[in-house]
């Protein structure tokens, strides 16, 4: 019987503590994250990517976040970041956090924010092409963009 | 013919002229698979419901003990059987096919033995000369009666037992060349308020010692007068806390005399955890292993002690005890050994 | 439990199970946890595989990813219930087998396997989901207190 009462007593001990939220789980770390995976696209590309260039580097605050990815058009900003595995228990408020903090740094356009490994993904492949290719047409990247965010708001 | 209260001696010693055991694969597979007359390799036996392959079991099972002697089926004039899927039907169809005027009987494992008991007080009687007494089961029918779906993987403890999938007969005589039958105690039931259908061997453990006990006492003989006791399916739990419980009460059974069909019916390394149960076990067991080695000289006097617990699903899901009752029958060697 | 339960017996039957208790053999419950902790995972870690396979090789992200991998995990345990190995690993597994959705999948195709022999109306469709059935009752019963419990606390404790 003891083991049972103590059992539940630790049981209710971790639900407790894995219900604790915290707003700002990520703090900035002493120095720059220079092992972060990100690919800055050319300033001469003729698709402007400066605020994704930008969102990028400010992930190199923490030391949590092991890969940035974003892409932009004029008017949005798709961005997915992956963080340590064992930082994933807090991935909800991470990504809380996160977006808010880059609405703040770019209120001028819509921010969309996802930790999904599929948009890391996507991501990934749009900006190595549109690296690629000098010519990348800005319909086309609104359209991939689109579908991109259509598909990290799909829910099942 | 009535010795004590719940002992009959039969005086005209009714033989057993012959007997029929068949089994499936896994009895195959186990440690006594040369008494099996027959053997199957599929466990639906070429039927379409496991029901019906039990049914072809006892049928076969049948045939086999008429076709071994000189008589006809025509000449049998009863048959008294039981099993334990749904209201014995799959015995029933048997009759059906057997043609023979039917005894249907529910004992559960024990209704080997009671079979036996009640042909041979018949035939001692002079109530018949030729009848037909034994059993059936088959695994894949208990199981989806009394557990779960044969492929459900849940986990079964130590004490479950495994139900074998065969049958077993014997066609039982006035008079003939066998073994004869000499005494029958007839079990009460005990209950000793256990209520776990997975550890059936604990539960009929104490139906056996009231039954092995009130044979002694009636028939005013010492477990030394025979060579072995047999239990049905107390399985490796039941066999042990049944031998204790003998000795507590001051009947000393030397531990290699007291044998389980059960735990004689398949390999150690098979996976039957607590031992074999079903029907067709003690059956299978008596009628085709302990009587082939007393057929040979190796055993002169055996007493054959089924064991049945007599619950259903429904009585189980209701939180009531298992109800277990044990029936004794004694068997020597007949004349023309001796 | 097991004492008050003896405490309506007559006295000999309790002398018994006394007497029984000492020689049942017990379920080993600690290796049992450890199987099942050890087969459990690797259960998740194949389903883990699929999922990121999908995520991978088809467009699904990781929400919409877990539908496909249950569907798969399903359709394997149809395979090895049907093939009748899944029973014998739930026999050395237990619970390592039975908790994750390999083992609902497997309540529900034994028995549509078992019942097939009664007809599809009143043996499949009436038995199929006698040991699932269970599972889905009191899943969704429980779901609807907790999501009772949620809106009083919402509406009222202002969380």
């Not at chain 1, 789980?25 to 260039?53: C, F, T």
């Not at chain 2, 049958?167 to 029958?184: D, F, H, N």
């Amino acid at each position: 019987m003891p083991v049972k009462r103590w059992l539940l007593i630790a049981s209710m001990i971790a639900v407790i503590a894995g219900c604790n939220t915290d707003d700002s789980v990520l703090e900035p770390a002493g120095s720059p994250n220079n092992d972060i995976e990100l690919m800055k696209i050319s300033k001469d590309h003729q698709l402007d990517q400066h605020i994704s260039n930008q969102a990028k580097d400010s992930m190199r605050k923490y030391a949590e976040v092991t890969a940035a990815k974003a892409v932009n058009t004029d008017k949005k900003m798709l961005m997915a970041v992956e963080v340590k595995h064992n930082e994933r228990f807090n991935l909800a408020n991470i990504k809380k956090q996160l977006k808010k903090e880059m609405e703040e740094q770019f209120p001028h356009i819509t921010v969309e924010f996802s930790t999904d490994k599929k948009i890391i993904l996507e991501l990934d492949r749009l900006e190595k092409e549109i690296q690629k290719d000098i010519a990348y047409s800005p319909k086309k990247l609104e359209k991939e963009l689109d579908k991109l965010i259509s598909l990290s708001k799909e829910q099942t | 013919m009535l010795t004590g209260h719940q002992t009959w001696t039969f005086a005209n010693k009714p033989v057993i002229i012959s007997t029929g055991t068949v089994g499936g694969p896994f009895e195959a597979k186990g440690n006594i698979a040369n008494d099996f007359d027959l053997l199957h390799e599929d466990m639906w036996l070429e039927q379409d419901s496991f029901e019906k392959s039990q049914q072809t079991l006892m049928e076969e099972a049948c045939q086999i003990a008429v076709k071994k002697t000189s008589i006809e089926k025509e000449d049998v004039q009863f048959f008294i059987s039981g099993d334990l899927i749904n209201q014995i039907t799959p015995t029933s169809f048997a009759a059906k096919t057997m043609g023979l005027p039917y005894l249907g009987l529910f004992s559960a494992c024990a209704t080997s033995t009671e079979s036996l008991a009640l042909a041979a007080a018949i035939i001692n009687a002079n109530g018949a000369d030729y009848i037909l007494s034994g059993t059936s089961s088959h695994n894949a029918a208990a199981e989806k009666q009394f557990r779960y779906p044969t492929e459900y993987g849940g986990q079964k403890p130590p004490t479950a037992q495994w139900t074998v999938t065969g049958a077993g007969c014997a066609l039982v005589a006035k008079e003939g060349k066998g073994p004869v039958i000499t005494s029958a105690t007839i079990g009460k039931i005990v209950d000793m308020g256990m209520t776990d259908p997975f550890n059936m061997g604990g539960a009929m453990a104490p139906a056996a010692v009231d039954t092995i006990e009130t044979h002694f006492k009636e028939t005013n003989l010492d477990p030394s007068h025979y060579d072995l006791i047999i239990t049905g399916d107390l399985g490796h739990i039941g066999r042990e806390t049944s031998l204790d419980l003998l000795n507590k009460r001051g009947l000393v059974i030397p531990e290699d005399k007291y044998v389980d069909c059960g735990l004689t019916i398949y390999r150690e390394s098979q996976p039957v955890l607590a031992g074999a149960s079903g029907p067709a076990c003690s059956a299978i067991v008596t009628f085709g292993h302990f009587l082939n080695r007393m057929k040979k000289g190796e055993l002169k006097r055996i007493l054959v002690v089924a064991t049945g617990s007599l619950h259903s699903p429904l009585s189980v899901q209701q939180k009531d005890p298992i109800p277990c009752i044990a029936h004794a029958v004694s068997i020597e060697s007949g004349s023309d050994i001796a | 439990m097991a004492d008050k339960k003896k405490k309506n017996l007559p006295p000999d039957a309790q002398e018994y199970q006394t007497f029984h208790d000492k020689r049942e053999v017990k379920r080993p419950i600690l290796k049992n946890c450890i199987k099942a902790f050890l087969v459990g995972g690797f259960i998740c870690f194949i389903g883990q595989l699929i999922t990121t396979f999908y995520i991978y090789f088809f467009n699904f992200t990781e929400q919409t990813a877990g539908s496909p991998t249950v569907a798969t995990l399903i359709f394997i345990t149809m395979l090895l219930t049907g093939f009748g190995v899944y029973d014998r690993i739930g026999q050395f597994a237990g619970a390592g087998t039975a908790v994750p959705v390999t083992g609902f999948g497997n309540a529900v195709i034994s028995s549509a396997i078992e019942y097939r022999t009664e007809g599809f109306i009143l043996g499949v469709g009436s038995n199929m989901l006698k040991l699932a059935g269970p599972v889905i009752v009191y899943g969704v019963f429980s779901a609807f207190v907790i999501a009772l419990i949620k809106t009083i606390l919402i509406q009222w404790g202002g969380l």
